[in-house]
């Protein structure tokens, strides 16, 4: 399974970036898909996943109101949409997805595959 994230950069508080997870290796549509984050200095986190169909969403309290993730089961691809992005936003983040078909990962223990990290900096 390879996970590609991409649409990091530098954006102002309160600004917005939508990120982009591209899967491949497996049957997209069986797996459910999350994103993490990491900033500085900090432990990885659990920011947003979404089940295989999309009808079902979790979000870290941080974040709950301001990022939708989303999917696009015909393009293999997951979306993070940040609105209203704080300094405390600025990390690493991650796509990433559990081994089997009904795992939502939402800690770290439930990850088996990461995509290659992108930067979200969030300037004052």
């Known amino acids: 399974v390879q996970l590609q994230a991409y649409g990091g950069g530098l954006v102002q508080a309160g600004g917005s970036l939508r990120l982009s997870c591209a899967a491949s290796g497996r049957t997209f549509s069986n797996y459910a898909m999350s994103w993490f984050r990491q900033a500085p200095g900090k432990e990885r986190e659990f920011v947003a996943a979404?089940?295989?169909?999309?009808?079902?969403?979790y979000y870290a309290d941080s974040v709950k109101g301001r990022f939708t993730v989303s999917r696009d089961n015909a393009k293999n691809t997951v979306y993070l949409q940040m609105n209203s992005l704080k300094p405390e936003d600025t990390a690493v983040y991650y796509c990433?997805?559990?081994?089997?078909?009904?795992?939502?990962?939402?800690?770290?223990?439930?990850?088996?595959?990461w995509g290659k990290g992108t930067q979200v900096t969030v300037s004052s």
């Open positions: 990433a997805t559990g081994r089997r078909v009904f795992t939502i990962a939402t800690a770290l223990s439930a990850v088996e595959y």
């Open positions: 979404i089940s295989q169909s999309g009808g079902t969403t």
